[in-house]
């Protein structure tokens, strides 16, 4: 690769004309970025981007999402959120909606925040949504840390974490037909690149570690382009992600959480894909437990669109009746959804 | 001192607080007779506007909501081609707001008004209790401009094949100063509240022949492009290395994960200009205040053909391309 000058790359993936290639995306920053620098119109016919399920909110179930809604309703409890999770439905509702009939949601941009508004206020409950994947969940250990050490009681987690291996697992024996993957930049700065190194070697499929500007995307995709068919890894985002990962990061997470099993959305109970808090600190826990019910919308194609067996335009609901401000499912709430990706970028 | 109920009961308190924050900050000919209403000359064509000002913080970084009330409705009359002449002002205060706070917007609101070359004749200034929170104040201004008699009076459904899409300067200024006062995230954004009337007057005055000219603001440079293509049915390429950004807004976005395409701005506006009039255009708005940044950022095609408008491209620095579609939702920070 190093020989080929930048245009050399770009013409080959625009003239590429061998067997088709179908990498997946798994991060949804990526899938972002792809929209963002219009990459897939950049590409030949014969390689197709697929956004897999690594959008936080969207392989969030339903039962979670209706956990925090019925504590929001609650007269001495306060729901503490980051970003879109606030728009995507549960059952019935979503959180902007009980916000709306006057529950106590608020959202938050920075972790600490929570402490300092739990500590400030000792007469009410705060339950901090706490969703997201590796990169996410050490953010949540700080906040656990700073609770402890703080003595606040009256800050508790709802926890759905997700980690990445097992699923790209499932993704890849479920029939994604997947013959690349572009390995999550900001998941593999925590987990480090060796992780995705086994994977490759266990499922026979290329890893390539990437950022998120354009040019190395690009770079990515040509790399996967000419491992297809061969296991392997490479890490193109260097700078920031390290064989081991980021060590400090793991031993926090390490500390309050242990392995568990996780419901994903559309996809049901993965064994071994998410993370609970460890048993010694339960009264932490905003009742997290047995979260897994998930009721899809009728008519709704999120599960496959986030294992890849169908694209969002192929979704009968798509760009109809489910739009960014009418969203079915959470792949069209989050900006880093696939469906609302494809629908505002145009991307096809 | 703090604003009472009282200062809303129509009786001696609210004339104080006339007299001592108002009349004394606005204070011209016309608004100093106090009438029930204002009473102006004029024999043109008129403009008029309305808007209203609600924003938290009230004071931030290179404003406040008084200069915000006076460029906004300075510069919807202005995009019609009009001369911004008068501004009407009503003040809603939340009780407990401080007096000192109020003085300073409405010093600053003068201030703009002054700069603006407009006058605000008439107002209104009721106070309600305060339900929790800060104290606030919402202010409501309208406007009245003169259009000019030679004007051809620009608007969305008038771009033409080849002409130029000029932007006045840097995006996403005011929005990303609003939403990181509100963060508590410490950077050097400044908001870039603005009356555009100087570059405005200069590009009349030329002759330039401006198809459509909109001021950026909430919803963003992609919403306002949306709106000229489907209003004009025409195609417009836009080029993302010609976009002004300053660093500070592009990585405030970049940790964000928010589109520059939608943030807002409160003194730049976005035209399409004739494809021979657009470097004079460029020209002008460089060498006016608050243009020193402008770009021309694209152009527009329209053709018979329907099927070869795509609305909003955006051709990327690394050679690729995308739609610019309309914007959804409030622009939410990611999770991660």
């Known amino acids: 690769m190093a020989n080929k000058s930048f245009q050399e790359i770009i013409d080959f993936l625009k003239n590429y004309d061998g067997e088709e290639v179908r990498i997946m995306e798994v991060c949804g920053t990526h899938t972002a970025a792809i929209s963002e620098n219009g990459i897939p119109s950049m590409l030949s016919p014969k390689i197709s981007l697929i956004s897999g399920p690594g959008c936080p909110v969207c392989v969030t179930v339903t039962a979670v999402i209706d956990k925090l809604v019925e504590l929001s309703l609650r007269p001495d409890t306060i729901v503490l959120t980051f970003g879109d999770l606030i728009r995507v439905k549960g059952t019935e509702k979503s959180l902007a909606d009980a916000k709306a009939e006057g529950a106590n949601v608020r959202m938050v941009y920075s972790p600490t925040e929570t402490v300092t508004l739990a500590k400030e206020d000792p007469d009410h409950t705060y339950v901090f949504a706490a969703i997201g994947f590796e990169t996410t969940t050490p953010v949540y250990a700080m906040v656990l840390k700073e609770a402890i050490e703080q003595d606040i009681h009256n800050l508790k987690l709802l926890t759905s974490l997700k980690t990445m291996p097992e699923v790209i697992r499932w993704v890849v024996n479920n029939g994604g037909g997947i013959d690349g993957f572009i390995a999550p930049g900001h998941v593999a700065a925590i987990t480090g690149s060796d992780v995705f190194k086994e994977l490759s070697d266990e499922l026979g499929i290329p890893f390539v570690v990437s950022g998120f500007e354009g040019k190395q995307l690009l770079m990515t995709i040509y790399a996967l382009v000419l491992m297809k068919g061969k296991k392997g890894i490479k890490n193109l985002y260097k700078d920031v992600v390290l064989p081991k990962g980021n060590i400090k990061a793991k031993e926090i997470v390490d500390k309050y959480f242990c392995p568990s099993d996780a419901s994903w959305r559309g996809m049901g109970k993965i064994k071994g894909s998410g993370m609970c808090l460890k048993p010694e600190y339960s009264s932490f826990d905003a009742g997290s437990v047995g979260l897994d019910e998930d009721h899809m919308p009728p008519g709704c194609s999120c599960a496959k669109v986030l294992v890849g067996k169908v694209k969002p335009y192929e979704c009968p609901l798509f760009g109809k009746s489910c739009t960014p401000d009418n969203a079915h499912g959470a792949c069209m709430v989050s900006t880093e959804g696939s469906c609302y990706n494809y629908f505002v970028s145009g991307r096809r | ?336």
């Open chain 2, 1 to 336: 001192m703090k604003v009472t109920m009282a200062h809303g009961s129509g009786g001696e308190s609210t004339s104080k607080l006339i007299e001592s924050v108002f009349a004394k900050h606005f204070h011209n000919e016309i608004l100093d007779r106090l009438e029930d209403s204002a009473v102006v000359g004029g024999s043109s064509k008129i403009a008029v506007t309305t808007d209203s000002f609600v924003v938290t913080p009230i004071i931030f970084p290179g404003g406040d909501i008084g200069r915000l009330s006076v460029c906004g409705t300075v510069n919807d009359l202005l995009m019609s081609s009009s001369t911004p002449k008068y501004l009407t002002c009503g003040c809603i205060l939340e009780e407990g707001l401080d007096l000192e706070v109020l003085d300073k917007v409405i010093k600053s609101m003068a201030e703009t008004a002054n700069e603006a070359g407009v006058k605000i004749i008439t107002g209104d200034t009721k106070v309600i209790e305060n339900k929790g929170g800060e104290p606030g104040l919402i202010i409501n201004t309208s406007g009245v401009g003169f259009i000019r008699d030679d004007a051809e009076i620009p608007g969305p459904f008038n771009l033409k094949d080849g002409d130029k899409i000029i932007i006045s300067g840097n995006l996403g200024d005011h929005h990303a100063t609003i939403l990181g006062a509100r963060m508590g995230i410490s950077n050097n954004i400044c908001s870039d509240a603005a009356p555009l009337v100087e570059m405005v007057t200069k590009l009349l005055d030329n002759g330039i022949k401006v198809h459509a000219m909109r001021d950026v603001t909430r919803g963003g440079l992609g919403t306002v492009l949306n709106e000229f293509a489907s209003s004009s049915k025409c195609q417009i390429n836009l080029y993302e290395e010609a976009l002004p950004v300053s660093d500070a807004v592009k990585d405030f976005c970049g940790i964000l994960g928010l589109d520059i395409m939608y943030m807002g701005n409160e003194g730049k506006m976005v035209l399409s200009v004739a494809a021979e009039d657009a470097d004079r255009a460029f020209s002008i708005i460089r060498s006016s205040k608050y243009g020193e940044n402008a770009t021309i950022i694209g152009n527009v095609v329209k053709t018979d053909k329907n099927d070869d408008i795509k609305g909003v491209i955006l051709n990327t620095k690394i050679g690729g391309k995308r739609t610019i579609g309309l914007m959804y939702g409030e622009g939410l920070p990611r999770i991660c």
